[in-house]
Nanobody
Framework: QVQLVESGGGLVQPGGSLRLSCAAS????????MAWYRQAPRNQRELVAS???????VYVDSVKGRFTISLDNAKTTVYLQMNSLKPEDTGVYYC???????????WGQGTQVTVSA
């Protein structure tokens, strides 16, 4: 059974930085991707960034140049470095581990990020 455990959320002022972490445990085998989604109040969950085991990255336009996704050497922990945070980045951030054809579709419990003065 695969589990994802997130950490690193919190309250930060506009312009500040946070680093989210998500550690996967269990039997997982490449290829797969790890991703961060977020959901703001009254909004749908959206993809923020993803990174697959081949090194392919995807970012939503609103975070390009500010956020960086990375994997550790074991490719079981994903990080999201968030810089120059804006109030519109506020939301619950979810980590996901996914692979095509439903081979993997695991989600973390979510971590709150609040950007406010």
């Amino acid at each position: 059974q695969v589990q994802l455990v997130e950490s690193g959320g919190g309250l930060v002022q506009p312009g500040g930085s946070l680093r989210l972490s998500c550690a996967a445990s269990g039997n997982i085998f490449p290829p797969y991707l790890m991703a961060w989604y977020r959901q703001a109040p009254r909004n749908q969950r959206e993809l923020v960034a993803s990174l697959d085991t081949s090194g392919n990255e995807v970012y939503v336009d609103s975070v390009k140049g500010r956020f960086t996704i990375s994997l550790d050497n074991a490719k079981t922990t994903v990080y999201l470095q968030m810089n120059s945070l804006k109030p519109e980045d506020t939301g619950v951030y979810y980590c996901a581990l996914q692979a095509p054809w439903g081979r993997y579709d695991y989600w973390g419990q979510g971590t709150q990020v609040t950007v406010s003065a």
